[in-house]
T-cell receptor
């Protein structure tokens, strides 16, 4: 079946620190991979996506590379800001258009 | 251009009652999916509607039902509410057949007491 596993939080970093949130997946086919961000009291916002192996998704300084050989899609940012504090979800989707989400990783960035 | 609109934003119901949540998809989208997000968890797929029919369903009991109207808007109904139904309910819309491009609404926070 399909599933997503992401590192458990919470994660607390100082401003300008390097961020990595690990995500691995299990899928029966060739999924598209996503990172979504959720701010307190809000819905999900698409952060970035990658649709095939070796694709790199990027947005707002965040990056993630679709690694088929390690079934991973780790999220990275070189220098986090206080405004990046949120919950981050890794997700996959394939034929059938049903998302499978990880459990989320809470990030707090302190000044 | 309006995105996905959900109503109400918050709701409190008593155990055993019934509730209806509403979703208007993004303009141009014809497919609506519903997700349940329990506190501290990732969203779980409930079902998807296209052309007024349920096309896919996740692992949710029959107490969860839905409807899609000709204007593509959708309702999620939950009967015989349980305390465990307390969650954020998210609606997402898409153009049928698109592999990605989902837009999520801000959700309805349901509390069952």
């Amino acid at each position: 079946g399909n599933s997503v596993t992401q590192m458990e939080g919470p994660v607390t970093l100082s401003e300008e620190a390097f961020l990595t949130i690990n995500c691995t997946y299990t899928a029966t086919g060739y999924p598209s991979l996503f990172w979504y961000v959720q701010y307190p009291g809000e819905g999900l916002q698409l952060l970035l996506k990658a649709t095939k192996a070796d694709d790199k998704g990027s947005n707002k300084g965040f990056e993630a590379t679709y690694r088929k050989e390690t079934t991973s899609f780790h999220l990275e940012k070189g220098s986090v800001q206080v405004s990046d504090s949120a919950v981050y979800f890794c997700a996959l989707i394939q034929a059938g258009n049903q998302f499978y989400f990880g459990t989320g990783t809470s990030l707090t960035v302190i000044p | 251009d309006a995105g996905v609109t959900q109503s109400p934003t918050h709701l409190i119901k008593t155990r055993g009652q019934q509730v209806t949540l509403r979703c208007s998809p993004k303009s141009g989208h014809d497919t609506v999916s519903w997700y349940q997000q329990a506190l501290g968890q990732g969203p779980q797929f409930i079902f998807q509607y296209y052309e007024e029919e349920e096309r896919q369903r996740g692992n949710f009991p029959d107490r969860f039902s839905g409807h899609q109207f000709p204007n593509y808007s959708s309702e999620l109904n939950v009967n015989a509410l349980l305390l465990g139904d307390s969650a954020l309910y998210l609606c997402a819309s898409l153009t049928w057949g698109a592999r990605y491009g989902y837009t999520f609404g801000s959700g309805t926070r349901l509390t069952v007491v």
